[in-house]
Each structure stands twice: as structure tokens, then as C-alpha cells.
């Protein structure tokens, strides 16, 4: 007699959560969910030790058009500005520059307001703020005699533009737009590696002691299948959270300490779209990961094939500045509907130009039909692996347990 559905499925969540709690309590997982972070800190608390330490030596200038305001009466409009010094000649700014008492120097020639040029002098080592606090210094000599109101005007918000693209190419406003697919392309392959991997491990290592057969006899094979799968992408979310958190956090707090850093622009539809594309395609991948455990004797085999459909799902990445330059190319919509690489395809086009709605859509039911697909066969193959004790499936045999009905 067949136990009942909701029986089935009272068994599926304790393999769940069993599932979970194993992988989220091994060593290996707490040192790649803290260790990334953490390794990123120490790389920002570096550069930030290293702009710090030249934010506060100041900078000379040496004016010969009679334009700047007295170094000693300037008021910067922000903390955190670049001291000014004012020097009468460039051999006095050199020495100062020689004796390491300034990091640069700036000369405004007489014809400054014809040519519009300014020179600066530096040992190849200074901190790349001086260049904005030096102009704000000079746009506030410049706006010295206007009102109060235009003067802050131009000061804080010099130059505000809105770009209009008439071709195919678009940021969508974003300077940060072409790391966004990078950084979630490596942290979502960082993710499956870390993860996936326990999968595959566990399978062969159950499949192996007959652990699968204990359990196969008061739970169906598919329903195994499905809770060791959405464990494992619960452990999956768990650790892009805290990864994201982590570089949030990270990305506040050093802009916090140089407010010159740009604030990267990331709107509410792409980070929709990547959560949409992303669970259907951690399960996919989840299940194709245990049909290979599955299938071989020993886990050093698995990762040899699950080293090449991770190198076909980080393919986009290979032509992100191809889909820049022609989002809506033949291979970019073909990329896109293909399930192991519409991920990344669709958020490079996405931050790209956008993508068609049918697209969208097409690309999405054909990703989430695959997981399903791949869900449901790695069960029929855990019913052959089992009998295969010590022996891997061939790929003949694998096609003919997939066919099987």
C-alpha cells in the first residue's frame, strides 16, 4: 500500500529541512558564506587605509591669474576636503613637493580664463579626490562675486544631463550598469559551486552506504529528489543573502569614508527579474547536479561534468559586451531562451536596452519547464542508481531510464 499524498509530502519537508540544517551547519559552507565577505573587507579596508592616508595631506597651488580665492579664508562645501596651500612660485611648490609636506600642486596660468587649462605636478602617488576638490575650490573662486543660491548651484550639481539614446544601445542611466551582471554572474556560479556540490557529494556518498534504499522504502524516489533539492536551494538563498548584505553593507560604509564614489543605480524590475530567473534555475541546476551524482561512483567524476555545464551557464558572460553594443542580436535572443544561460542573458539585456516581453516570458516558461523536467527525471534515475550498486549508468542506459515510461 502507497503511502498518502499528504504523507509524502509531511516526509518531503523533514528531508528539507534536514537537507538544510546539514549543509548550513558544515564548515565548508560557514567558510565560503563568511570567508567571501570577509576576504572582500579586508581588499576595501586596504584601498580605503591607502586614500586615507593621502585624503588629509594637502594639495599646493599656485596661481598666476589672480583669480582663486586665499587658500586661508576657502570654505569647502563638504567635510572631508583636501587642504589647500597657496604658493608664490613653482620652485617653492616643487620644494614643498620634493620635501613630501604636499602631495601635488596645481599651476593657474594668466590666460586661464582663455585657455581654460590648469597644470598639476605630483610624484605619481596621490589621491584621485584632489582632482574634484581642486574644482570645487576653483569653481567657487570663480562664483566668489555671485549670489549665494547660483553659486551653490553649480557647486554641488555643476552639470546635470539626461541621455537620450536614438539607437539600440542604452546604460539606462546607470555607470555601473556593465559590473551588475558580472557581479551577480560570479556570485550566483560561487553560489552553485559551494552548494551544488554538497549535493552531489551526499547523493554519491547515500547511494553508496544504501542510504537511498532505506529511505526509498516510506519515500517515493521523486519526492527524495525534490526535498534534497529545495534544501539545497534554501541554502542557496541563504548564502547570496548574506553575500548581498555583506556588499551592501561594504559598499555603504566606503562610500561613507569617499563620498566622490558614485552610487550605483539598480531598479526594482532587475533585481524582480533576477529573483525570477534565478529559483528556476538554481533548481534546474540543483537537478542536474544529483542525476550526475546519481549516475557515477565517485564524486571526483561528478565534478568533472559538473565543471562543464558551469562553464556553459557562465557562457554569457563571454559576450556581455557583444549584447551591450546589440542587445536584440540573433544570438542574444537565442542565448536568452536557451535555460542553462537565459539567466545571465536576459540581466545583461535587461541593463542593456530591456528585453521584449514575449521574450521575457517564452524565456521564463522554458526555464521553469526544464527545472520541472529535470526534477522529475533525476527520480527515475535514482530508482536505476540504486540497483546499480558500485557501478556507474552509462549514457545509453541514462537515455533509456529518461525514455522509459
Known amino acids: 500500500m502507497k503511502p498518502s499524498r499528504n504523507i509524502q509530502m509531511n516526509k518531503?519537508?523533514?528531508?528539507?529541512?534536514?537537507?538544510?540544517?546539514?549543509?548550513?551547519?558544515?564548515?565548508?559552507?560557514?567558510?565560503?558564506v563568511l570567508g567571501l565577505p570577509a576576504i572582500f573587507g579586508l581588499i576595501m579596508g586596504v584601498v580605503i587605509l591607502f586614500f586615507e592616508a593621502k585624503s588629509n595631506v594637502p594639495v599646493g597651488v599656485v596661481d598666476h591669474s589672480g583669480l582663486l580665492l586665499d587658500p586661508a579664508a576657502y570654505v569647502p562645501a563638504h567635510d572631508g576636503v583636501v587642504p589647500v596651500i597657496g604658493y608664490p612660485d613653482e620652485a617653492t611648490a616643487q620644494a614643498a613637493l620634493d620635501s613630501k609636506a604636499i602631495q601635488a600642486y596645481f599651476v593657474v596660468p594668466a590666460d586661464y580664463l582663455a585657455t581654460g587649462r590648469v597644470t598639476a605636478y605630483h610624484l605619481g602617488d596621490?589621491?584621485?579626490?584632489?582632482?574634484?576638490?581642486?574644482?570645487?575650490?576653483?569653481?567657487?573662486?570663480?562664483?566668489?562675486?555671485?549670489?549665494?543660491?547660483v553659486a551653490r548651484r553649480f557647486i554641488d550639481d555643476p552639470l546635470e544631463v539626461t541621455f537620450v539614446s536614438l539607437s539600440e544601445v542604452s546604460s539606462r542611466g546607470d555607470p555601473l550598469a556593465v559590473a551588475v551582471p558580472y557581479v551577480f554572474g560570479f556570485m550566483s556560479v560561487m553560489a552553485i559551486f559551494t552548494t551544488a556540490g554538497y549535493l552531489l557529494q551526499a547523493v554519491v556518498d547515500e547511494k553508496e552506504n544504501r542510504t537511498m534504499e532505506i529511505l526509498a522504502t516510506s519515500l517515493?524516489?521523486?519526492?527524495?529528489?525534490?526535498g534534497k533539492i529545495v534544501g539545497l536551494v534554501g541554502v542557496g538563498l541563504l548564502q547570496l543573502t548574506i553575500w548581498s548584505l555583506g556588499l551592501a553593507a561594504g559598499f555603504l560604509y566606503i562610500r561613507s569614508r569617499l563620498p566622490a564614489l558614485p552610487m550605483p543605480e539598480i531598479p526594482l524590475s532587475l533585481a524582480?527579474?533576477?529573483?525570477?530567473?534565478?529559483?528556476p534555475f538554481y533548481l534546474m541546476i540543483a537537478a542536474l547536479w544529483a542525476a550526475i551524482g546519481v549516475s557515477v561512483t565517485e564524486a571526483s567524476e561528478g565534478q568533472q561534468a559538473a565543471g562543464i555545464l558551469s562553464l556553459l551557464t557562465m557562457a554569457p558572460l563571454w559576450f556581455a559586451f557583444l549584447f551591450f553594443e546589440s542587445p536584440n542580436s540573433p544570438l542574444a535572443v537565442t542565448l536568452s531562451l536557451v535555460p542553462f544561460t537565459s539567466p545571465l542573458t536576459v540581466i545583461v539585456r535587461w541593463q542593456a536596452a530591456g528585453v521584449p516581453a514575449w521574450q521575457l516570458l517564452l524565456s521564463w516558461l522554458l526555464l521553469a519547464g526544464t527545472a520541472g523536467l529535470a526534477i522529475l527525471l533525476v527520480g527515475r534515475l535514482l530508482r536505476a542508481g540504486m540497483l546499480r550498486y558500485g557501478q556507474r549508468l552509462t549514457l545509453r542506459e541514462v537515455a533509456t531510464v529518461l525514455l522509459h515510461r
Not at 518531503?12 to 565560503?32: D, P, Q
Not at 524582480?272 to 529559483?279: C, D, V
Open 126 to 149: 596621490t589621491y584621485t579626490g584632489i582632482y574634484g576638490d581642486f574644482n570645487d575650490y576653483l569653481l567657487a573662486s570663480l562664483l566668489a562675486g555671485a549670489p549665494p543660491a
Open 12 to 32: 518531503t519537508w523533514l528531508v528539507i529541512r534536514y537537507e538544510f540544517w546539514r549543509h548550513v551547519s558544515r564548515r565548508g559552507f560557514l567558510f565560503a
Open 220 to 226: 517515493r524516489p521523486e519526492w527524495l529528489m525534490v
Open 272 to 279: 524582480l527579474i533576477t529573483l525570477l530567473w534565478f529559483l
